[in-house]
Every structure is written in C-alpha cells, then in structure tokens.
C-alpha cells in the first residue's frame, strides 16, 4: 500500500525492524560500488556519493557511512537524525555523476527523480540495486569527518544487475555478467 508523505512523494511500505534476509540481500549487491547517501534538511532534500559504507552489524541491523565534516550534507544528517543509502547499479551512471556533483549545471541533484520515502523520511531513489533507511544510532568523530552509524529501520534488495562501479575516476561495471542467483 502506497501513501502521500508531506513532500507529495510516495511512501514505501512502513516497518520498525528489517528483517535481516532483506538487510543481507540489499548487502549482497554492494562490491565496493557507487553509493549514495539522502536526507532531509527540513524540507529540502539532500543527497550525495558516500565515499564509504559498510556494514557493522546483522542483528541489530546497523551500517556506517562516512561523511566529511565539511560537506552540506553532514550537517543535514547531523539535524535531521536521519538517511538512506542507495547502491546504484550500472545503468545509473548520470545518477551517480548527478550526486557527486559532476555535472554543475544540475543545482537540484532529485530533478526529475520519482523520489519515495520510507520509515524514516528520507528520499528513497526507485530502481536501485538495493536502499536502506536508517535511523543515525551514533555518530563519532573521526577528524576531518564523521562516521554515522544508522540502525536499518527498512531495505529493499531489487533484482539482479551489476553494480556501478568507480574505478580510476572512471564509472563503469567491471564484469560483463553478473551472477544468476544470489
């Protein structure tokens, strides 16, 4: 069932606890490819490539990204308590050059994007290999940067694709076939 946020997006199906196959599988697309990071800040949505992202936990389900201080989008996760992560597959190369802000002429990184959002707010990006909605459990400091860690409150895991990939500035896939089952 689909219902209207406050921002006139759709909402994805509601949940307190990923359930942890969901969370392995959404885990399972992610070989080191392109992520992106969202949130609010407000109203205004936020997004961004995560330089790092990993998993620190199944039970509870718990991931870390890590997010330079400096960086709009620190501050946004830092208010809002917030974010999702996104592991976006080989065809959403402009997506990924969209979010790490490559492409200067694009001021709004969601334009004509179908964002959704979750449980937690944050804008859910449709089509991708896999997404988490987290809820920041922790944050600690690491110098120049953050790691905020967010307990897994939803996930979709989508079907079978190669990864998007940054490689030597380059964005591509580095197989040619991707597996058949997980």
Same mark, same amino acid.
């Given at each position: 069932?689909?219902?209207?946020?406050?921002?006139?997006?759709?909402?994805?199906?509601?949940i307190?606890?990923?359930?942890p196959?969901?969370?392995k599988?959404?885990?399972?697309?992610?070989?080191? $490819?392109?992520?992106?990071?969202? !949130?609010?800040?407000? =109203?205004?949505?936020?997004?961004? @490539? %995560?330089?790092?992202?990993a998993?620190v936990?199944?039970?509870?389900?718990?991931?870390s990204?890590?997010?330079?201080?400096?960086?709009h989008?620190?501050?946004?996760?830092?208010?809002?308590?917030?974010?999702?992560?996104?592991?976006?597959?080989?065809?959403?190369?402009?997506?990924?050059?969209?979010?790490? $802000?490559?492409?200067?002429?694009? !001021?709004?990184r969601? =334009?004509?994007?179908?964002?959704? @959002? %979750?449980?937690?707010?944050?804008?859910?990006?449709?089509?991708?290999?896999?997404?988490?909605d987290?809820?920041?459990?922790?944050?600690?400091?690491?110098?120049d940067?953050?790691i905020?860690?967010?307990?897994?409150?939803?996930?979709?895991?989508?079907?079978?694709?190669?990864?998007l990939?940054?490689?030597?500035?380059?964005?591509?896939?580095?197989?040619?076939?991707?597996?058949?089952?997980?």
């Amino acid at each position: 069932m689909l219902l209207v946020s406050i921002l006139g997006c759709k909402t994805i199906r509601k949940i307190d606890v990923i359930e942890p196959q969901i969370f392995k599988n959404v885990l399972s697309h992610w070989a080191s $490819g392109v992520t992106v990071v969202t !949130t609010l800040e407000g =109203q205004q949505r936020v997004g961004m @490539t %995560a330089s790092s992202f990993a998993s620190v936990s199944v039970t509870p389900s718990l991931i870390s990204v890590c997010i330079a201080n400096k960086l709009h989008t620190h501050q946004a996760i830092e208010s809002s308590g917030f974010f999702a992560v996104h592991i976006l597959n080989v065809a959403q190369v402009e997506w990924g050059m969209r979010f790490a $802000g490559m492409i200067p002429e694009i !001021t709004d990184r969601f =334009q004509g994007i179908a964002v959704q @959002t %979750a449980v937690t707010g944050a804008p859910i990006l449709p089509g991708v290999l896999g997404w988490l909605d987290c809820r920041v459990h922790g944050a600690y400091a690491g110098g120049d940067h953050t790691i905020f860690v967010g307990e897994v409150v939803a996930g979709e895991s989508n079907e079978l694709a190669a990864p998007l990939l940054y490689y030597h500035r380059n964005w591509r896939q580095l197989a040619e076939e991707i597996p058949t089952r997980r």
